[in-house]
């Protein structure tokens, strides 16, 4: 699928500032695919199909996590915001036919993560925090380390991440604690 191709889809399907915030991963992730000696190409594609399953109806979802063999359907008893992810892989291979699995991966993982990250994985997962639109307040320290420390950061966003999530009682799904786990024991 071409980069160009993706944009108009994207800019169809998702809302104004779901579409600005794409953006917003593209660029940070090209950023990021240029410092860690990523494939700028693959990282912009992944970065821009990332999120447009977001806003599918709770009910698509579940017909998708159902149906696809490659989703566990555990993930029904996790939190609905986790969901889009591997749906929206799901969607970008059945709908558009991207079947390069570096990028399906990128977009499978870019929520929670998981232990053994790709290049490609860790690259949409840090642009998706830190692209130029978010403005939470752990955010600065994460677009420092990004910088220099591609691992520390990715840790760091799954620290805060983690923390977030304990502070509201939710619930954390293995693969984020799998990813923490994997990195922090490299990184310290
Ligand atoms: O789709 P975005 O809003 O751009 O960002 P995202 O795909 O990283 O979604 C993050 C949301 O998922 C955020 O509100 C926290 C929530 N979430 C719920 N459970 C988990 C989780 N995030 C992670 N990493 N792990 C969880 O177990
Ligand atoms: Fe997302
Ligand atoms: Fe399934
Ligand atoms: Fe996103």
């Known amino acids: 699928?071409?980069?160009?191709?993706?944009?108009?889809?994207?800019?169809?399907?998702?809302?104004?500032?779901?579409?600005?915030?794409?953006?917003?991963?593209?660029?940070?992730?090209?950023?990021?695919?240029?410092?860690?000696?990523?494939?700028?190409?693959?990282?912009?594609?992944?970065?821009?199909?990332?999120?447009?399953?977001?806003?599918?109806?709770?009910?698509?979802?579940?017909?998708?996590?159902?149906?696809?063999?490659?989703?566990p359907d555990d993930l029904l008893n996790y939190h609905l915001s986790l969901w889009h992810a591997p749906v929206g892989a799901a969607y970008v291979r059945e709908t558009y036919g991207v079947h390069n699995s570096e990028i399906l991966n990128a977009i499978y993982y870019h929520t929670t993560g998981r232990s053994g990250m790709t290049l490609l994985e860790k690259i949409v997962f840090l642009a998706d925090y830190?692209?130029?639109?978010?403005?939470f307040p752990a955010v600065a320290e994460v677009r420092?380390?990004?910088?220099?420390?591609?691992?520390?950061?990715?840790?760091?966003?799954?620290?805060?991440?983690?923390?977030?999530?304990?502070?509201?009682h939710q619930q954390i799904y293995p693969d984020t604690i799998s990813a923490y786990n994997d990195l922090i024991k490299r990184v310290g």
């Open 1 to 71: 699928m071409k980069i160009e191709e993706a944009d108009h889809e994207v800019k169809q399907i998702l809302p104004r500032k779901r579409y600005e915030h794409t953006l917003g991963v593209v660029q940070s992730a090209k950023y990021l695919a240029g410092i860690y000696n990523g494939d700028v190409k693959k990282a912009e594609l992944a970065a821009m199909l990332h999120d447009i399953a977001k806003y599918f109806s709770k009910d698509d979802m579940i017909s998708i996590i159902k149906k696809e063999p490659d989703i």
């Open 144 to 168: 420092k380390l990004a910088e220099t420390d591609l691992d520390t950061a990715v840790a760091k966003a799954l620290e805060n991440t983690i923390i977030f999530l304990i502070s509201r």
């Open 130 to 135: 830190i692209e130029p639109g978010r403005d």
